[in-house]
């Protein structure tokens, strides 16, 4: 199943029943997990590792080494999970020794075309990024985020669990887990409750999650005083939990300006 016209290095491994299509190319260092499908034209380069049953369409470049003018060389990795598509012309990059050395995709991931996914980032599980977004270096997103075509993020930023990014928005802040932004620079827009309930969360965790971004986004509270007023819900529901260690882990601030708009 790998095409004659595919470049392989000696160096790879190749796991069982993976499809590599014509002309494309894997380097030294790459592994490909059993059941993985290559497409034509793309560049797969090392060290880089990809697990089972991804699919890989044509123009992708995985694992190129970063332009940040940091780095120098150096063997970083790239680590991919199980189970992701990674469409047409998607580019993601390996980490920095500056960073974490390494950037992750996890498993069940759906990478439209021309997304990119710049150094060390980290992105979770059931990850949907739409063609053309963007998330720049060290950039941490968590399972079930989802991001509209064109959005942007900056560098180091967080977007945290179920969170929904609007299309064409520019993300210059934190986005707290759950929650829906929107615009230039992006400002909430709402919880993402169509997404929550796709994914099965109840309609109990779903108020108490309604109570906590009141507290943080409409009674005029510090980040700390509205943490320790949401506290007692987190301590009855995971969700609200997961709300609020997103707000506490955040370096740069969340994402506050109200805008219209609507979640997934």
């Known amino acids: 199943m790998i095409d004659p016209r595919a470049i392989v290095d000696p160096s790879a491994v190749i796991g069982a ?9 894997v380097g030294p260092n790459v592994e490909i997990g059993d059941g993985c499908r290559i497409a034509s034209h793309v560049i797969l380069k090392g060290p880089t590792r990809i697990g089972r049953n991804n699919r890989i369409f044509q123009f992708a470049t995985v ?15 790239l680590l991919i999970g199980d189970d992701n598509v990674i469409r047409e012309g998607v580019t993601i990059h390996r980490g920095t020794v500056q960073g974490q050395g390494r950037t992750v995709i996890g498993s069940h991931n759906l990478l439209m075309a021309y997304v990119h996914v710049g150094h060390d980032c980290v992105l979770g599980d059931h990850v949907i990024m739409a063609n053309n977004a963007s998330v720049s270096g060290h950039v941490v997103i968590g399972d079930h985020a989802n991001f509209g075509g064109y959005a942007g993020v900056a560098q180091y930023r967080r977007v945290g669990a179920h969170a929904h990014i609007g299309g ?7 986005v707290p887990a759950f929650v829906a932004v929107s615009g230039n620079p992006a400002g909430v827009v709402g919880l993402n409750i169509e997404g929550m309930r796709r994914r099965g969360i109840s309609d109990q965790a779903i108020e108490a999650l309604h109570e906590a971004y009141r507290i943080v986004y409409g009674r005029g509270k510090t980040v700390n005083e509205a943490l320790a007023a949401i506290a007692p819900l987190a301590n ?15 370096r740069w601030g969340i994402v506050r300006g109200r805008r219209e708009g609507n979640g997934d």
């Open 63 to 77: 694992g190129e080494d970063t332009p940040a003018i940091v780095y120098q060389g150096e063997a970083t990795t």
């Open 168 to 174: 064409m928005s520019l993300v210059l802040k934190d």
């Open 17 to 25: 029943d993976v499809a590599l299509g014509p002309w494309s190319v």
């Open 236 to 250: 009855c529901h995971a969700e609200v939990d997961l709300f609020m260690v997103s707000i506490a882990q955040s």
